[in-house]
């Protein structure tokens, strides 16, 4: 994409004032065209989850202090937020137990007002540090930003979140779309004026998506209802490591409190009364399985619950292509990890577990494991299809690990944290095909067959005949060079299971046609024109 590639200094110049101003309109004015460098300082002090004063040396960031996260912060954190935050049900899912082979309950953090638990750190913070500065702020380009700013609404705190910019490769489109059609509706019809409209769109939306996923910028769609909500938004950074950076530097200018959203400890404090609400609505709970980011939410969890009930088992679930915490406990200490591409579950895409959060875990989380994105993408497919529930990737993924098979949680009760809700349609839409394509209800291969009339039609007939639906495919004749009276054919088909599937595999086979089954990122047609083996 164009969005990464290296632009000569005067011009990237040039573009990052574009894009920042298009951003800036965007979002409704609020924006800063220049990146800064913090001011180097050594302390600050802080206000613990109790309330009472706390001079800090800077372990990573003058603007995160470090110290230890008690059960009495847990405790009042839960009496302060009670009022602010919803008590989100307990429900056991009894379908799902079946396929799981355990009393499975869901705890329905999605539930809150934003859509996910950040609420409550949030909340909590909000209600600590408000009152004794100018105002907090913090960046985040998700749950974080949207719970700080509905509830800074709520009490009158003023809330400033500091985003990573929407890639300047929309702020072209948009311009080079605008300028062509200024320059085109004064000649074409009014016909192609729309498909001009829709594919500029279409374009413009496609590389914001790509440039989202891959750098952690914030979706326009949050960046609006964080405005909607009352906050200061400032479009700033690249990606969110430097909005993390300005919102230090502007911490210090303005005398803002900075709230970290997984490490800060009033935040790891409000969380932890999701362990409490557990424990109170599903007592005789013999397992939690926790999703695991930047440790905020297993850290506060695991503080209430080990506290109250030490017999419970604490399991945390991480992604594979970032296993961060899993990385920390083999140090001995949070570090930094290359996190392995994008993933379902961006939520938990943190490449470092927070300093706080770590050390609360030691001694109280009793596994870990990890699961793949196919793992996570049939959890969420489970939800939408099982308990018509809406979940994010983030919050899949403790039911994946369950659902794995892998963690001996047969007859057991078992609790896993549903954290968060808050997916775009288009990229819910894109999960469930993978889900789908996990549980072999949604297969794709490659038919080499007859260019003769007939030859497809006698392809589709035996899929049909096998009682699949095609979904789609596509008619090449260009690719196959070793037989000139073969074509190549690409078909997506639907099927009931993944034994259906083999059985549509094995009537495609007997019919004498040549196949690549669920073929993966290659040049099948090299493979139809060296190995024209039948499978």
């Given at each position: ?223 609006r209802n964080c405005i909607d909500f009352g906050a200061e938004v400032i479009i700033h950074g690249q990606h969110i490591g430097e909005s993390r950076d300005f919102a230090f530097e502007l911490a210090e200018r303005r005398g803002l409190t900075y709230i970290n959203g997984y490490d800060h400890p009033s935040v790891i404090a409000g969380t932890g009364t999701i362990g409490m609400e557990i424990l109170e609505q599903v007592p005789d709970v013999d397992v939690i399985v926790v999703p695991v980011g930047g440790a905020g939410l297993i850290a506060g969890l695991a503080l209430a619950v080990k506290t109250l009930r030490p017999d419970v088992k604490i399991i945390g679930a991480e992604p594979e292509r970032c296993a961060s915490y899993a990385a920390a406990v083999a140090a001995g200490e949070p570090i930094a990890i290359q996190i392995g591409g994008p993933t379902l579950a961006d ?189």
């Amino acid at each position: 994409m164009l969005a990464t590639m290296a632009l000569p200094a005067p011009v990237g110049a040039i573009l990052g004032r574009l894009r920042t101003g298009v951003a800036t309109m965007l979002v409704g004015g609020r924006g800063v065209a220049h990146m800064r460098t913090a001011p180097a300082a050594s302390q600050r002090r802080g206000l613990s989850s109790s309330g009472t004063d706390n001079t800090t040396t800077s372990v990573g960031s003058i603007h995160e202090p470090v110290y230890p996260v008690t059960f009495e912060d847990v405790s009042r954190a839960s009496f302060r937020i009670r009022e602010h935050v919803t008590k989100t049900p307990c429900n056991q899912a009894r379908k799902l137990s079946k396929i799981a082979g355990c009393e499975l309950f869901f705890k329905q953090e999605l539930q809150q007002r934003t859509g996910s638990f950040k609420e409550r750190g949030a909340c909590n913070a909000m209600m600590l540090a408000g009152r004794t500065s100018a105002g907090l702020i913090a960046a985040s380009a998700g749950n974080h930003a949207l719970a700080l700013g509905y509830h800074g609404g709520r009490l009158g705190i003023p809330v400033t979140v500091v985003m990573p910019e929407v890639s300047w490769l929309l702020a072209y489109l948009s311009g080079c779309f605008l300028w062509l059609v200024g320059r085109l509706a004064t000649w074409q019809t009014a016909g192609r004026s729309i498909l001009i409209l829709i594919v500029g769109s279409i374009a413009c939306a496609a590389d914001t998506a790509f440039f989202c996923c891959r750098h952690q910028v914030a979706p326009l769609t949050k960046v609006r209802n964080c405005i909607d909500f009352g906050a200061e938004v400032i479009i700033h950074g690249q990606h969110i490591g430097e909005s993390r950076d300005f919102a230090f530097e502007l911490a210090e200018r303005r005398g803002l409190t900075y709230i970290n959203g997984y490490d800060h400890p009033s935040v790891i404090a409000g969380t932890g009364t999701i362990g409490m609400e557990i424990l109170e609505q599903v007592p005789d709970v013999d397992v939690i399985v926790v999703p695991v980011g930047g440790a905020g939410l297993i850290a506060g969890l695991a503080l209430a619950v080990k506290t109250l009930r030490p017999d419970v088992k604490i399991i945390g679930a991480e992604p594979e292509r970032c296993a961060s915490y899993a990385a920390a406990v083999a140090a001995g200490e949070p570090i930094a990890i290359q996190i392995g591409g994008p993933t379902l579950a961006d939520g938990l895409a943190v490449p470092k577990v927070g300093t706080n959060a770590f050390n609360t875990c030691q001694g109280r989380i009793d596994a870990m494991c990890t699961v793949s994105e196919r793992s996570i993408a049939r959890a969420v497919l489970r939800l939408v299809e099982v308990e018509h529930t809406v979940v994010e990737g983030a919050g899949a993924t403790g039911l994946a690990a369950i659902l794995d098979g892998r963690l001996g949680l047969e007859g057991k009760k078992v609790v896993t944290v549903l954290c968060g809700g808050n997916i775009d349609t288009p990229v819910l839409g894109r999960v469930i095909e993978r889900g789908l394509a996990a549980d072999g209800r949604l297969v794709r291969f490659l038919a080499a067959v007859s260019d003769r009339p007939g030859g497809l039609a006698d392809l589709t007939a035996r899929i049909a005949h096998a009682e699949a639906s095609v979904k789609q495919i596509t008619h090449e004749r260009a690719w196959v060079e070793s037989d000139i009276t073969k074509v190549l054919v690409r078909c997506e088909v639907e099927t009931r299971d993944a034994t259906h599937a083999e059985e549509v595999r094995q009537a495609l086979h007997d019919g004498g046609i040549e196949l690549i089954w669920n073929f993966q990122d290659f040049d099948p047609a090299e493979r139809f024109n060296r190995e024209p083996t039948r499978i």
